[in-house]
């Protein structure tokens, strides 16, 4: 059965204090490892998709890398508007195109 | 372009009524995923839609089922509700049938059962 998780479950950084989040999933074979954000009240937002180990994706202050095993998504010098929950869900070359989905990482930004 | 809209985007309801939710689809999408997110969980796979047809279902009972329309619109039904089902509803548009497209999102519609 595929698995996510997703760690740490909080983080609180300070403005401009770089970091990373941790992304490690079980899938019998990997079509696509998907990260999301979601702010409250909304729906998940696209972020990024990564296809193969040795990919990495960048868009702003956020950077994605991906392993057999685990993704990262660094964050750099980050800003109180990069306050979300971050998620990360992987989708099996089996079946349906299903997103399987960690629990999430809850990020807060203090100016 | 227009994203993924839901309705309502919230509701209220009593043990053993049954509930309908509504989603449109993203302009150019043919595929319709439904999944419930319960406070401070990630989204749980319910079922998706291609072209019409069930394309894979999450382990969810049968009182939870949907239909895709023509214009790729979608609807969630859920009978016989129960307190556990309150939850935030999600629906995601794709086009399926292309390897690796990502699915985008709705804001949701969010259920309390009382």
């Known amino acids: 059965e595929d698995q996510v998780t997703q760690s740490p479950e909080a983080l609180r950084l300070q403005e401009g204090e770089s970091s990373s989040l941790n992304c490690s999933y079980t899938?019998?074979?990997?079509?696509?490892l998907f990260w999301y954000r979601q702010d409250p009240g909304k729906g998940p937002e696209f972020l990024f998709t990564?296809?193969?180990a040795g990919e990495e994706k960048e868009k702003e202050r956020l950077k994605a890398t991906l392993t057999k095993k685990e993704s990262f998504l660094h964050i750099t010098a980050p800003k109180p508007e990069d306050s979300a929950t971050y998620l990360c869900?992987?989708?099996?070359?089996?079946?349906?195109?299903?997103?399987?989905f960690g629990k999430g990482t809850k990020l807060t930004v203090n100016p | 372009e227009t994203g993924v809209t839901q309705s309502p985007t919230h509701l209220i309801k009593t043990r053993g009524q049954q509930v309908t939710l509504r989603c449109s689809s993203q302009?150019?999408?043919?595929?319709v995923s439904w999944y419930q997110q319960a406070l401070g969980q990630g989204p749980q796979f319910i079922f998706q839609?291609?072209?019409?047809?069930?394309?894979g279902r999450g382990n969810f009972p049968p009182r939870f089922s949907g239909l895709q329309f023509p214009n790729y619109s979608s609807e969630l039904n859920v009978n016989a509700l129960e307190l556990d089902d309150s939850a935030l509803y999600l629906c995601?548009?794709?086009?399926?049938?292309?390897?690796?497209?990502?699915?985008?999102f709705g804001d949701g519609t969010r259920l309390s059962i009382l």
């Open positions: 995601a548009s794709s086009f399926g049938g292309r390897a690796n497209q990502p699915q985008h």
């Open positions: 899938v019998s074979g990997l079509r696509g």
């Open positions: 990564l296809y193969s």
């Open positions: 869900a992987v989708q099996d070359r089996r079946g349906s195109e299903k997103l399987v």
């Open positions: 302009s150019g999408h043919n595929t």
């Open positions: 839609y291609y072209r019409e047809e069930e394309n």
